[in-house]
């Protein structure tokens, strides 16, 4: 399947985890290090956390989205908040492999209702899109 891009990023990576990330507007400009416990320094940023970053703000904004579209479900709240956790370790057949927790914050939200717009939001994000089948994702509602 293919689509038709509404808008497209574009990041260039030198040096692999230790060097460096720009994107090409120059917004996003990210030294990168090997975290410590992956045998680095840790003295920068590294892919997982810029996953988990980019994962957690797109899954609020599929929340935002999915409420605007199904008067059904709950609005989000301003204090709403989601949190991504990526996990590396190799995998058993050889490589490294990801797995992903997301936890969503919805104060004031009826719980049947939170669960709904979850789900929701699990069906437009790109980023569970993309993962869907690949790795392990779970979501859990604070």
């Known amino acids: 399947m293919t689509i038709k891009a509404a808008y497209e990023a574009q990041a260039t990576a030198t040096g692999g985890r230790d060097g460096r990330a720009i994107t090409s507007d120059g917004g996003l400009d990210v030294k990168l290090a090997t975290p ?21 703000a797109c899954f609020l904004g599929a929340m935002k989205f999915a409420a605007s579209q199904d008067k059904a479900l709950p609005r989000v709240p301003a204090d709403a908040s989601v949190t991504a ?57 604070a």
């Open 85 to 141: 956790t990526v996990g590396i370790g190799p995998r058993e057949d050889k490589g490294f492999g990801l797995a992903v927790g997301i936890t969503v914050t919805l104060p004031g939200v009826d719980r049947a209702a939170a669960e709904a717009l979850i789900a929701e939001a699990d069906q437009i994000c790109p980023y569970s899109h993309a993962t869907r089948g690949n790795i392990d994702v779970v979501l859990t509602l």
């Open 36 to 56: 410590k416990a992956l045998g680095g320094d840790g003295n920068g940023n590294n892919p997982e956390q810029l996953f988990a970053a980019g994962y957690s």
